[in-house]
């Protein structure tokens, strides 16, 4: 049987504005101990993820001039939805090198954030599949 | 600040002829991120990181051996460098988990890890140390 995001995905998301300054990113995600942080818009549509590797690329900026719109990369906005296959999920994440897949509502008009697949997530389900059962 | 200061020590190994399904196993029983691969002197070989496992989801992970699928890995990262220098390692090369070796033994052993992770953690501080107590207590939980 085809597995789906939907299997594996967490609900809900660390959140931040597009204004939020990289300092305090960089405190969002120590606190709340994620390596990511979903850049959504006043309208809660998601504009993009800056993950622990982007503020690495952003380091000797000023932390508090620089904010989260300007080290968006347009391979931070890759997104699924909860019906998509995790095979086609798993593909665009390798692509885009990217370790969090945002999951938004499966309607055009709306581009809130559901939840996230992470790549560690995966690695889990890996290790804990029996033997036989790896082929699906 | 210097690498040492910032750095995981210790790392977690394994060797080229190890599954897949093993390092995925170390992986998820240490809560590590990357596993180096080492030969058998206990030199660095290679590196496994969550971007080359998540590739290998869905295939028969107990054939498939970690040589196969690591990220060759030829850098060294001395622990005595300023951290700006890794950083520049780091944005120069996309590595983001740097394997740092002994400097004073011929072989290249290593002896801890920086990740992405920890200089988001050390950028975090640099304002007032807000967020120090809170990390102190999670660190003696973790002893």
Same mark, same amino acid.
């Given at each position: 049987m085809e597995e789906h995001v939907r299997q594996l995905m967490r609900r809900g998301a660390i959140t931040c504005n597009e204004e939020t300054s990289l300092r305090d990113i960089a405190q969002i995600m120590v606190v709340n101990q994620v390596r990511y942080c979903a850049v959504i818009n006043s309208n809660h549509e998601v504009r993009g993820l800056v993950s622990a590797d982007s503020i690495i690329d952003a380091f000797g900026r000023d932390l508090d001039l620089t904010r989260a719109k300007d080290i968006? *990369? @347009? *391979? @931070?906005?890759?997104t699924a939805t909860a019906g998509t296959p995790l095979r086609e999920a798993i593909t665009a994440m390798s692509k885009n090198k990217i370790e969090h897949l945002i999951v938004i509502a499966d309607q055009p008009e709306s581009k809130a954030v559901l939840g996230l697949l992470c790549a560690g997530d995966l690695i889990a389900r890996m290790a804990k599949r029996e033997e036989g059962e790896a082929n699906p | 600040m210097r690498v040492c200061d910032l750095m995981h020590k210790g790392v977690i190994s394994c060797y080229p002829d190890d599954t897949v399904k093993d390092v995925a196993r170390m992986m998820e029983n240490n809560h590590f991120r990357s596993v180096v691969v080492v030969n058998e002197r206990g030199e660095v070989w290679g590196l496994i990181t969550y971007r080359e496992m998540i590739r290998h989801y869905g295939e028969n992970l107990d054939v498939l051996k970690a040589g196969r699928i690591m990220k060759p890995y030829r850098i060294e990262i001395d622990p005595q460098w300023p951290i700006e220098k890794a950083i520049e390692v780091m944005q120069r090369l996309k590595y983001y988990h740097l394997i740092v070796v002994d400097p004073h033994v011929g072989t290249k052993w290593p002896v801890g890890m920086l990740t992405s992770f920890d200089v988001v953690r050390y950028m975090a501080k640099l304002e007032t140390g807000h967020y120090e107590p809170m990390l102190k207590i999670r660190d003696e939980k973790k002893e």
């Open positions: 968006l *990369h @347009s *391979h @931070s906005i890759v | -």
